[in-house]
């Protein structure tokens, strides 16, 4: 090869050298954080319109939990019962109830509920061809009604009636429980709730002293009320059945064991027992 060449071409290798060049590329790290702020961009925006979702439907939250459905429920009993203790006794459709109630803004499968479930299943409501009215325990129309009602428990021995049962299912009870006077008696019991009974008159009549002293002079201080409500069962005698609260016994607590269990500990180094000193009481005195 021709000697300029080479001396060319080793020039040409050196300036080369002696220039350095810089190539751009991108940057991996680079272009990772893009792929990952996209994600977090999306997790942004959908968090943000699910909770712009839920502060605009938030009634809609609140009125499909079940608290507001029971709440519901409650308010349409109550209604019924006081509607009925006012003497508005006739059925009404589930449109009419929910309008009286002020709770048409409830949804179709809240009402669905309503119809199929928790009106069907409650106690205290009585379905006849679609319509609902109140259910008491004691469905009574008048004054005359309770008085039978009253008369029958007592012929039966059934004992009285609660007040409050009257109430329910009597309109404007104590209208009529006053206009009755004294055909009934009340009677309060220990917790304060009242009871009627019927007054029979034809009970009043004056017994002979001398009986009276011979019912008075037969001892019971030993006979429980168990045995005399056997006694009476044997007889063919039906007792009065009690009406008051039924008490509850005491559970009995197990008595503490009073003196303290002494803790066993394994003993040590038994081959040194004449060699070893006992300080549990102290150090001893210096011989």
């Given at each position: 090869m021709d000697p300029a060449l080479l001396r060319e071409r080793e020039l040409f290798q050196k300036r080369a050298l002696s220039t350095p060049a810089v190539e751009k590329r991108p940057a991996a790290s680079d272009s990772g954080s893009h792929k990952k702020k996209k994600p977090k961009a999306e997790k942004e925006s959908s968090s943000g319109s699910k909770n712009s979702s839920e502060s605009a439907n938030g009634n809609i939250?609140?009125?499909?939990?079940?608290?507001?459905?029971?709440?519901?429920?409650?308010?349409?009993?109550?209604?019924?019962?006081?509607?009925?203790?006012?003497?508005?006794?006739?059925?009404?459709?589930?449109?009419?109830?929910?309008?009286?109630?002020?709770?048409?803004?409830?949804?179709?499968?809240?009402?669905?509920?309503?119809?199929?479930?928790?009106?069907?299943?409650?106690?205290?409501?009585?379905?006849?061809?679609?319509?609902?009215?109140?259910?008491?325990?004691?469905?009574?129309?008048?004054?005359?009604?309770?008085?039978?009602?009253?008369?029958?428990?007592?012929?039966?021995?059934?004992?009285?009636?609660?007040?409050?049962?009257?109430?329910?299912?009597?309109?404007?009870?104590?209208?009529?429980?006053?206009?009755?006077?004294?055909?009934?008696?009340?009677?309060?019991?220990?917790?304060?709730?009242?009871?009627?009974?019927?007054?029979?008159?034809?009970?009043?009549?004056?017994?002979?002293?001398e009986f009276q002293k011979l019912w008075r002079s037969v001892p019971v201080d030993s006979i429980d009320e168990e045995k005399i409500e056997e006694y009476l069962k044997k007889q063919g005698i039906s007792s009065m059945q009690e009406t008051g609260p039924k008490k509850v016994m005491p559970v009995q607590k197990r008595k503490k064991q009073s003196g303290q269990r002494k803790r066993q500990f394994k003993t040590h180094n038994n081959h040194l027992a004449g060699v070893l000193e006992d300080y549990s009481d102290g150090v001893p005195a210096k011989k």
């Open positions: 939250n609140i009125k499909t939990s079940s608290g507001y459905k029971f709440g519901c429920l409650a308010k349409i009993v109550n209604y019924m019962k006081t509607r009925h203790q006012n003497g508005d006794t006739h059925f009404l459709t589930l449109d009419e109830i929910l309008d009286e109630t002020k709770l048409l803004d409830i949804s179709m499968k809240q009402k669905q509920w309503l119809m199929t479930e928790a009106l069907v299943n409650n106690p205290k409501i009585d379905i006849r061809d679609g319509t609902y009215g109140f259910k008491p325990k004691y469905n009574l129309k008048d004054k005359k009604a309770l008085l039978r009602l009253l008369d029958k428990h007592d012929q039966l021995g059934l004992g009285g009636v609660l007040l409050d049962d009257v109430e329910e299912g009597l309109p404007n009870a104590a209208k009529a429980i006053k206009a009755l006077g004294d055909q009934i008696v009340f009677v309060t019991r220990p917790d304060k709730k009242k009871i009627l009974f019927y007054n029979d008159k034809h009970c009043q009549f004056s017994v002979d002293e």
